[in-house]
């Protein structure tokens, strides 16, 4: 009888031939693995009986006007809702107050968009999830200290003197005198410039999508995975942030704004919630966008790498949304099907050798491993670069 763990974790587990990877996996990822089910029993399996009931109600809710109210109100709802608590947030400068208010935000998101993505989902099969939720939890929390982790490093090493060497070029430019909503979106504007050259580089690189492949692991999009990226990649993104903020240097509070609004965007970037959105997705990297973004198959993935805005690929000529179709929802990474979907996994499949897969791009597959990815993509899909 096959062990619950493996049950649990299906297929997605390491390959037997990469040994030294298989038991840094199974003996140091123990711990990791022992909280995955903790939480895998705590908050997934509770939850089930109140999925399946709205589960049943989303048939009903199938073509009437309220879903169709909701599917054009709950993006611009939640835009106002996160500048409207961020702004409350920093009424009074930033306080330890601020910063819990702060971590409890991702929680009030989660508590409406989860059950309406079981009301109105854009894909029933990304309603399955297995133990997806238990490691995205983990995932959350571990990025935001590693987040922590990289604002130490970026000010220990960089900040100071890069804004010192960057002042003849922009510092004190700054307009702290425009409409504070207006300072957020520009903020994030110009943050997301360099997000955009950085998501392109981890997919264009090798060795730089090898390590952004932990993101491009998801089997379905979801409002909670968002926020999946190996801490590589956090680290080496502050780092390349330090620059925007060296050059900008907008106030703490508006800054701390721009991050809540990126917060809520990327729910819905990620989310399963079937909306309306219209023109929105010609403005923000959200919906069907990111939907393309995860295709398996590098043609199409290599598309829509804006952060929060979309209009840096459009200006750059990598928007990618056809009008007249929707994607599919077979996503995860053509080249690599197996990989691991564990946390300790995610961590350490950026090094292992039966991950070298991840390097290649469709034109170097073998005709083995192209019946392997067939399997997960599908018949429209365009040919690949
Ligand atoms: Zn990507
Ligand atoms: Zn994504």
């Not at 109600?57 to 961020?86: A, C, D, M």
């Not at 989660?110 to 854009?122: D, I, K, V, W």
């Amino acid at each position: 009888m096959a062990r619950p763990d493996q049950q649990l974790l299906g297929k997605n587990r390491i390959p037997k031939q990469a040994r030294i990877a298989r038991f840094i996996e199974t003996w140091l990822g123990a711990p990791l693995h022992a909280l995955e089910l903790i939480l895998n029993w705590l908050l997934v399996k509770p939850t089930r009986w109140f999925w399946r009931h709205l589960d049943g109600l989303s048939y009903k809710l199938e073509g009437t006007f309220l879903r169709k109210v909701l599917s054009h109100t709950v993006f611009p709802f939640t835009i106002l809702l996160s500048l409207f608590l961020g702004f409350k947030l920093i009424e009074n400068g930033i306080s330890s107050l601020t910063i819990l208010g702060f971590a409890l935000i991702p929680i009030i998101f989660g508590l409406y968009c989860a059950p309406l993505e079981r009301l109105m989902p854009y894909s029933r099969k990304w309603l399955e999830g297995g133990n997806d939720t238990a490691v995205d939890t983990i995932m959350y929390v571990s990025g935001a200290f590693w987040s922590g982790i990289s604002g130490l490093i970026v000010s220990a090493l960089f900040i100071v003197g890069m804004v010192e060497a960057l002042e003849p070029y922009g510092h004190g430019l700054w307009p702290s005198d425009w409409n504070p909503i207006v300072q957020v979106f520009l903020f994030i504007l110009i943050k997301d410039f360099f997000r955009y050259w950085f998501h392109r580089a981890l997919h264009e690189i090798p060795a730089l999508w090898r390590i952004h492949a932990a993101h491009h692991s998801v089997e379905r999009l979801y409002w909670l995975n968002g926020i999946r990226a190996h801490p590589l990649e956090i680290i080496s993104q502050a780092l390349w942030y330090a620059i925007p903020l060296a050059l900008v240097q907008p106030s703490a509070e508006i800054a701390l704004v721009a991050v809540i609004m990126q917060l809520s965007i990327g729910i819905f970037q990620h989310s399963n919630i079937d909306l309306e959105l219209g023109w929105w997705e010609y403005v923000f990297s959200i919906g069907d966008n990111h939907r393309y973004h995860h295709y398996p198959d590098k043609g199409v993935g290599d598309s829509n790498y804006g952060g929060e805005f979309i209009v840096w690929d459009i200006l750059f000529g990598t928007f990618h949304n056809p009008r007249d179709e929707r994607p599919h929802d077979n996503i995860g990474i053509g080249t690599a099907p197996e990989y691991p979907m564990t946390v300790a996994g995610l961590y350490i499949a950026p090094f292992m050798p039966n991950q070298k897969g991840v390097f290649r791009d469709r034109s170097a597959i073998s005709d083995d491993d192209t019946a392997d990815a067939a399997q997960v993509s599908d018949t429209t899909l365009q040919p690949a670069e």
